[in-house]
């Protein structure tokens, strides 16, 4: 099988491109309302900005009901028009265009990068296979149902409220607006993954370390990402790279609060809400980071008023900013006390993680091995140790020193500390596999910038040192090229980059994902909701419900981790659509092998979905449901 770059036309790769491009201009003109006539002349960080000032009102709109087609498309083509505005009002700067305008024979080093960059961008644009769970039955339904339905929220069975808040799918609705479907992995893979090295090659230009620079911009793009759905991954890093960042403003600004430090405080604020808002998970990043970054910066020789605002004022502000995607929230608590989930206690022992798997050379489950990513920590644990030396043998830190030297003990450390918690704590509700999965987007963002701000304290009389963490990196780079090489070949013959991928590259699956995208489930999906009347509120437990009309209908989508939510309430609506059969559907047999082996959060979610299949076979049996249609995939009930 082709990859799409060889199955798409020019003229579609060309309309991806340009709109991915339009889209980046228009978050940096969003962008460019606050960090206008600031210190911070990074391209990369206004576009982020500026896409946390759309999240924020994106949020209102899905708490209305009005983020539809129509709104999405305005703040799309509004944040043109201000883009346009600005450039006919005043002259832009930026360090990466002066780096640009005034090309120097160093700077070709970050060609290596550039194509490794352009590389993986165009094998993502695309993918012919998605993850035929994940994908298909849970994240899929969410921008597709807020443009169309106006809101991505109301299904007290869905994913949204525990897993996301929806922010990733609000970023993913603009493109599939004006591009459909088939461009809903673009804002990940590619448009994140291109702002976030962007953010790197900018800061490298702002320390002026540019082949050591260009060596960790390698190790980024590098990284084998443990790709397994559309979810928050790229995105992730991106805000926390943002993040870090603009609170290394606040390390060097002025010691007196003023214009410039009230913009970075917002922007920080900003980047801090929208973190949990794109995956749950994320929340441990802002809370870690900005706790060990208030220990760094009582220390920092400044007024206690500045100190004060922004150890309270950064908290608050991310609250404000984060409370819109909330709102939601209150009314699925208020079901919390009319759940029909049973209680549910799975005792499980604690499983300590071995010692010696972290170093094992076994593959992983999603790719790459153990030892790649403990070397990373083992690495960055180094230079901790590095930096906490230097300090004790030269006890004269000039105040710029001084900053640096906590700034990068902050980023190190909060690299460390994040990683040990999920590893370490998370070992009992997860399998260690997943456990690094889920630790990519924190790995992705501190590493980088803990790298370059390690090596630039390095004086250049201990070239040892240098020469150490330069080897260390080029190891650590050279470790990642066969899976990076490996992944644009499974691009190119299975159609997608899919993490499992035994599974992705099978006929099977090529198959399955083939009738998805480019077959007949779509229709097939839409004849079952003709058996049901216009108006009517409908549950959907099915493979593709992205394929559901929800002007139609009030549509609660249902996914099986839904019934792990604590405020399920089961049925919840007079109409149930229920695929049981099929090649994307779980067996029963598959689902009570989970709940007796898997890990916690599976055994839990597995038990409860083997409840809800109780319940629905006893509506059938006890006559308190009516079949409107049944065969060997699908039944289709009236709840009496």
Not at 214 to 223: N, P, S
Not at 346 to 362: A, D, Q, Y
Not at 370 to 386: A, C, E, G, P
Not at 462 to 477: D, E, G
């Amino acid at each position: 099988m082709d990859h799409l770059i060889f199955n798409l036309n020019h003229l579609e790769l060309i309309k991806y491109i340009l709109f991915t491009f339009l889209f980046g201009v228009s978050m940096h003109a969003w962008g460019n309302l606050i960090l206008s006539n600031s210190d911070i002349k990074y391209i990369s960080l206004n576009i982020v900005i500026g896409m946390a000032i759309t999240l924020f009102i994106g949020g209102i709109l899905n708490f209305l009901n009005l983020a539809y087609k129509i709104a999405i498309d305005f703040i799309f083509i509004f944040g043109l028009f201000l883009f346009c505005v600005s450039k006919f009002r005043k002259k832009y700067y930026s360090k990466l265009l002066s780096v640009l305008y005034n090309f120097k024979k160093i700077d070709l080093i970050f060609l290596v990068p550039l194509i490794l960059l352009i590389i993986k961008s165009i094998t993502s644009i695309s993918p012919e296979s998605y993850n035929f769970h994940d994908d298909y039955q849970k994240y899929f339904v969410h921008p597709v149902k807020m443009l169309e339905a106006g809101s991505l929220f109301g299904s007290k069975l869905g994913a949204i409220g525990l897993q996301t808040l929806g922010g990733q799918a609000f970023f993913q609705s603009f493109f599939i607006s004006w591009l459909g479907i088939k461009s809903i992995n673009i804002f990940d893979s590619v448009f994140c993954l291109i702002i976030s090295s962007i953010i790197i090659f900018e800061y490298c230009i702002e320390k002026k370390i540019f082949f050591f620079g260009a060596l960790v911009l390698c190790l980024f793009i590098l990284i084998h990402p443990q790709y397994v759905n559309i979810s928050s991954l790229y995105s992730a890093s991106l805000f926390m790279l943002s993040s870090i960042i603009l609170s290394l403003k606040l390390f060097n600004q002025s010691q007196k609060l003023n214009n410039f430090n009230l913009k970075t405080i917002l922007a920080l604020s900003l980047c801090f809400a929208t973190l949990p808002v794109l995956k749950s998970t994320n929340g441990i990043f802002p809370v870690i980071y900005f706790f060990l970054f208030s220990i760094f910066f009582i220390f920092i020789n400044i007024s206690s008023k500045y100190k004060i605002f922004v150890i309270i004022g950064i908290p608050i502000l991310s609250i404000i900013f984060f409370i819109p995607w909330t709102f939601f929230l209150i009314n699925f608590y208020t079901d919390v006390p009319f759940t029909t989930n049973q209680p549910l206690n799975v005792n499980l022992p604690w499983i300590k993680p071995v010692f010696s798997s972290f170093f094992s050379t076994n593959s992983l489950f999603y790719g790459g091995i153990f030892l790649h990513y403990s070397s990373i920590f083992i690495i960055t644990l180094f230079f901790v140790l590095i930096i906490l030396f230097n300090l004790l043998k030269n006890k004269e830190f000039n105040k710029i020193n001084k900053r640096v030297f906590f700034a990068s003990l902050l980023i190190n450390f909060t690299a460390l500390i994040i990683v040990t918690i999920i590893i370490f704590f998370g070992s009992k509700i997860q399998h260690f596999s997943t456990l690094i999965r889920y630790s990519i987007p924190f790995i992705l963002s501190t590493i980088p910038i803990g790298l370059i701000l390690t090596y630039a304290l390095i004086k250049n009389k201990k070239r040892y040192y240098k020469l150490a963490i330069f080897t260390a990196v080029i190891c650590l780079c050279v470790s990642f090229v066969p899976k990076y090489i490996d992944q644009i070949n499974q691009s190119y013959k299975c159609g997608s980059k899919l993490s499992f991928k035994i599974m992705a590259c099978s006929n099977k699956y090529i198959s399955y994902n083939k009738n998805v995208l480019h077959g007949k489930r779509k229709l097939l999906t839409q004849n079952w909701q003709e058996y049901l009347p216009k108006g009517e509120t409908i549950m959907a437990w099915i493979n593709t419900p992205f394929f559901l009309d929800f002007k139609r209908n009030d549509i609660k989508e249902i996914v099986i981790g839904g019934f792990n939510n604590p405020w399920t309430v089961f049925p919840s609506a007079k109409f149930l659509i229920y695929e049981h059969n099929g090649y994307a559907t779980r067996s029963l047999e598959k689902i009570v092998n989970s709940a007796n082996n898997d890990y916690l959060i599976d055994r839990k979610i597995s038990i409860r979905t083997i409840q809800h299949i109780k319940k629905i076979n006893q509506l059938i049996k006890t006559d308190k449901a009516k079949v409107i249609k049944k065969d060997n995939s699908i039944i289709i009930l009236e709840i009496k």
